[in-house]
């Protein structure tokens, strides 16, 4: 098999993958990015696709020079079908990660993926990300806590980056505000009625009780652009201390806390979790410290419980892959006792 016969392969074998940008479109967009004529395109879904439809791009510049890509869909009619049917309508916004690359993270030395090209045409009804492939692993296959800690730290330095961008950037962002947490609110009670359990109908109950002083909290906080989604998952560890998270669908101005909550939630012990919130307040800034520890892991508590709502009012009957596989209902209740908001 010759030079570029790899890459022919493979664009055969897909060729029947249902795309929204067309190959004639993308060679022409990787051609005016890279400033230079493409020999070969070859396009193959990727397996790390989750909610939006994902390809990986292998570009030939010439016979001995090839790089990777990928190609992110954020369509409507893209979403993978789990996605499609569970995610809550109010989210999808396909312009938000668009704009988001465009409008913020292009403009900082953040260590995020490049953007190379990129579309948001609502009348066209389309919306993709050109993007650098960053070579690393999901921060949840690394064992190893002080790694976590470098993470939090990362974060906390992302957040002071971003801080200016609150008040406004171009990009649709969500804005963590009182309706904001009031809708996830109504939408986790609804389901834990729905599941009918003395546990959760007793927490949709102290919930509807006492979760507007947690609301108070909340946006009291300070601001700024979060990932909204800051999961392990979602993150990538590479070489040379790098991190990149990855898919900014839910990017959102909001507490930085609710980006630590996500990234130390799940099975550590208090402990741990102590030490990456730890290492967050020491690179945070001033603002973000609040008045001391006390305040801070207060505020964390709120964040968590918001965490744990999300994730219960997702949608009806929905079950989290494996990697968010975690006693959700059970953390609230934990949270929501530790906090000692409202009647018990």
């Excluded at 260590?111 to 009804?125: F, K, P, V």
């Excluded at 945070?284 to 709120?302: D, K, N, T, Y």
Aim: glycine content about 8%; charged content about 25%; aromatic content about 6%.
């Amino acid at each position: 098999m010759g030079e570029d016969e790899p890459l022919r392969a493979m664009s055969h074998a897909h060729a029947h993958t249902p795309r929204g940008l067309p190959d004639s479109e993308l060679r022409a967009a990787i051609e005016r990015s890279f400033g230079r004529a493409v020999t070969e395109v070859a396009r193959v879904p990727s397996r790390y696709a989750t909610s939006a439809a994902l390809e990986e791009v292998s570009v030939a510049f010439s016979a001995s020079e090839c790089i990777s890509l990928i190609l992110k869909d954020l369509g409507r009619p893209a979403l993978l079908r789990d996605a499609a049917r569970h995610k809550p309508d109010f989210l999808h916004d396909p312009r938000r990660e668009v704009e988001t690359y465009r409008e913020i993270l292009s403009k900082l030395d953040l260590g995020t993926a490049q953007c190379h090209a990129a579309e948001a045409n609502g009348d066209a009804r389309r919306f993709w990300l050109l993007l650098e492939k960053v070579s690393g692993v999901e921060l949840y296959q690394v064992g190893d806590l002080a790694r976590w800690e470098d993470v939090a730290r990362w974060l906390a330095r992302m957040h002071r980056r971003l801080r200016p961008w609150r008040q406004g950037s171009g990009a649709p962002l969500l804005v963590h505000d009182r309706d904001h947490h009031r809708r996830w609110a109504e939408r986790a009670i609804a389901a834990l009625e729905a599941a009918g359990s003395e546990r959760a109908t007793g927490l949709a109950a102290r919930l509807a009780r006492s979760y507007e002083a947690v609301i108070d909290e909340l946006v009291a906080l300070p601001r700024t652009v979060i990932h909204g989604e800051f999961h392990a998952s979602n993150v990538l560890v590479g070489d040379h201390g790098r991190v990149c998270p990855v898919d900014w669908e839910m990017a959102a101005v909001g507490a930085g806390v609710t980006d630590l909550a996500a990234l130390s939630s799940g099975g550590w012990s208090a402990g741990e979790r102590r030490r990456m919130w730890a290492a967050y307040r020491a690179e945070a800034a001033p603002e973000e410290r609040l008045a001391g520890e006390r305040e801070f892991v207060r505020a964390l508590g709120c964040a968590s419980l918001a965490h744990c709502i999300q994730w219960l009012g997702w949608s009806p009957g929905w079950q989290p892959p494996p990697e968010h596989a975690h006693d959700w209902l059970g953390e609230a209740c934990e949270q929501i006792e530790e906090l000692e908001v409202g009647p018990s």
